[in-house]
């Protein structure tokens, strides 16, 4: 039942903070979307800030178990692993736009709570380091090696923001398709 609870909770938040923002978002409007009390609800996140570090370690958690299922090192090349991520942030975008939406609002909070900007950066860090672990044997100039899973983290957060804002004039198909030619390119001698 406990998890039955937080788990109704943390979707709850999700979808509040979809639509409200977080700062539009408070704990009532949370338990009546949970459909439980504000009392219960402050049994298990007694402060918004708690709620808030466990909505992103969720999300964390979702993120960092979909990248396994789109990345296997061992089962596709470094090229085929790097369309993979493209398609699963394409994926995201298309199908889970609240998600995004969420952590956009998350790094604005980032700005002026270190607790949600810690947990934003340790989220940035793993993705940074799942590309890492994507590019370790490519032959790419170690230069450019280092500085592409930020280049490749911007080119997919710059992708849902733009297609966020304007689905109509955003062209997701063209635009990882020509990002994934730009990264091909680092691959050749």
Not at 12 to 24: H, M, P, Q
Request: charged share 35%; hydrophobic share 35%; with cysteine.
């Amino acid at each position: 039942m406990e998890k039955d609870i937080t788990e109704r909770i943390l979707d709850a938040t999700l979808e509040v903070i979809a639509r409200e923002k977080i700062s539009g978002t408070r704990m009532h409007l949370i338990a009546k979307e949970a459909q439980t009390s504000q009392s219960l609800l402050h049994y298990y996140y007694p402060t918004k800030n708690e709620l808030l570090v466990a909505l992103i370690d969720r999300m964390q958690k979702r993120f960092s178990e979909k990248r396994k299922e789109s990345v296997d090192l061992e089962k596709y090349s470094d090229k085929e692993n790097i369309s993979n991520l493209f398609k699963e942030k394409k994926d995201d975008i298309l199908n889970n736009k609240k998600f995004d939406y969420v952590q956009f609002d998350y790094w604005v909070q980032g700005t002026v709570d270190e607790v949600i900007r810690g947990k934003f950066q340790e989220s940035f860090r793993k993705w940074r380091q799942n590309i890492s672990e994507v590019l370790k044997n490519s032959k790419i100039d170690p230069k450019i090696k280092k500085m592409l899973p930020y280049i490749m983290v911007s080119l997919m957060m710059g992708a849902s923001m733009q297609y966020l804002i304007d689905e109509q004039e955003f062209n997701l198909d063209e635009y990882f398709d020509a990002a994934y030619q730009l990264i091909l390119k680092c691959f050749e001698e």
